[in-house]
């Protein structure tokens, strides 16, 4: 909504979900109010907002769970570059980090999630560096820090070694006392 290209990249979920996951901000409607819609209201919606706003682009690219690195999301951003210039990314989202494969180590490294994963995260922010933008990606914490105010970097899931290459880290739980005011801590 603020203008800027933004290259999705999911390993999780498919990418007409995320569409509509978007769509669905975009225009303000919940999931079963969009799907009410006939193609004709539907597309007529997206149109008449369009002309309200100026928006960015959003490319959704899906790859399978552990199938693809930071290898196969550079080629398809330069693909698309490659047939529409103005598409320079401005943003990348990895949905997310502990679904990508990494594109220097084999798979067999992954029994060290430590290594495996940290150099996934380096991965993405030299892609980050390489197109000179924001990139954005997720990682879960352990179960026993999912609940909890009290989370802590050694609470994530899968590798130390991510925050000491991260240049911002936030934390998001959803402890039982915060739930049913539908907040978050």
């Given at each position: 909504?603020?203008?800027?290209?933004?290259?999705?990249?999911?390993?999780?979920?498919?990418?007409?979900?995320?569409?509509?996951?978007?769509?669905?901000?975009?225009?303000?409607?919940?999931?079963?109010?969009?799907?009410?819609?006939?193609?004709?209201?539907?597309?007529?919606?997206?149109?008449?907002?369009?002309?309200?706003?100026?928006?960015?682009?959003?490319?959704?690219?899906?790859?399978?769970?552990?199938?693809?690195?930071?290898?196969?999301?550079?080629?398809?951003?330069?693909?698309?570059?490659?047939?529409?210039?103005?598409?320079?990314?401005?943003?990348?989202?990895?949905?997310?980090?502990?679904?990508?494969?990494?594109?220097?180590?084999?798979?067999?490294?992954?029994?060290?999630?430590?290594?495996?994963?940290?150099?996934?995260?380096?991965?993405?922010?030299?892609?980050?560096?390489?197109?000179?933008?924001?990139?954005?990606?997720?990682?879960?914490?352990?179960?026993?820090?999912?609940?909890?105010?009290?989370?802590k970097m050694e609470g994530q899931a899968d590798s130390i070694n991510i925050p000491k290459i991260l240049d911002f880290q936030l934390g998001l739980s959803v402890p039982d006392e915060y739930a049913s005011l539908d907040q978050a801590?």
């Amino acid at each position: 909504a603020m203008g800027y290209n933004v290259y999705y990249f999911t390993f999780e979920v498919s990418q007409s979900v995320i569409r509509h996951r978007m769509d669905c901000a975009i225009l303000g409607l919940d999931f079963d109010t969009l799907e009410a819609k006939t193609r004709h209201e539907y597309v007529a919606t997206i149109e008449a907002k369009a002309r309200m706003e100026t928006y960015g682009e959003i490319f959704i690219k899906e790859f399978p769970s552990g199938g693809a690195h930071t290898g196969h999301c550079r080629a398809y951003i330069k693909e698309i570059m490659k047939r529409r210039p103005n598409a320079k990314p401005d943003i990348i989202m990895f949905d997310y980090l502990g679904e990508m494969a990494s594109e220097r180590l084999p798979a067999s490294m992954m029994s060290s999630s430590n290594t495996y994963y940290g150099s996934i995260a380096r991965e993405c922010r030299a892609l980050a560096f390489e197109f000179d933008v924001v990139a954005w990606t997720a990682l879960q914490f352990q179960r026993s820090e999912q609940n909890t105010k009290d989370m802590k970097m050694e609470g994530q899931a899968d590798s130390i070694n991510i925050p000491k290459i991260l240049d911002f880290q936030l934390g998001l739980s959803v402890p039982d006392e915060y739930a049913s005011l539908d907040q978050a801590w």
